[in-house]
Nanobody, 124 residues
Framework: QVQLVESGGGLVQAGGSLLLSCAAS????????VAWFRQAPGKGRGFVAT????????AYADSVKGRFTISRDNAKETWYLQMRSLKPDDTAVYYC?????????????????WGQGTQVTVSS
């Protein structure tokens, strides 16, 4: 069974930066795409960014476009979310995910594997 482990969350002031990482382990890991989602208190899990594993095509939520960057290191089976110019509204638990179905997709139900989540708190 593939397992995903996030790291890099924490407390940061508004305007600051954080780098989240997600490492995959287990049997053969060959996703079509990997992604980041987030869930703020009292809200549903929302799409943040996704990248195709082989070709590196990306897509972002409008709320993070220009501030966040998703990338991956295929050899390390790890992907990242570089977050800059953070705002208090970015406060949430961030989850990494991997999906095997073809196509860039922003819907959480289309992802097969999930990490346990890492807290990001942005103070004003």
């Amino acid at each position: 069974q593939v397992q995903l482990v996030e790291s890099g969350g924490g407390l940061v002031q508004a305007g600051g930066s954080l780098l989240l990482s997600c490492a995959a382990s287990g049997p053969i890991f060959r996703p079509y795409r990997v992604a980041w989602f987030r869930q703020a208190p009292g809200k549903g899990r929302g799409f943040v960014a996704t990248i195709t594993w082989t070709s590196g095509i990306t897509a972002y939520a409008d709320s993070v476009k220009g501030r966040f960057t998703i990338s991956r290191d295929n050899a390390k089976e790890t992907w990242y979310l570089q977050m800059r110019s953070l705002k208090p509204d970015d406060t949430a638990v961030y989850y990494c995910a991997a999906g095997e179905r073809i196509g860039l997709n922003r819907e959480a139900r289309t992802y097969d594997y999930w990490g346990q989540g890492t807290q990001v708190t942005v103070s004003s």
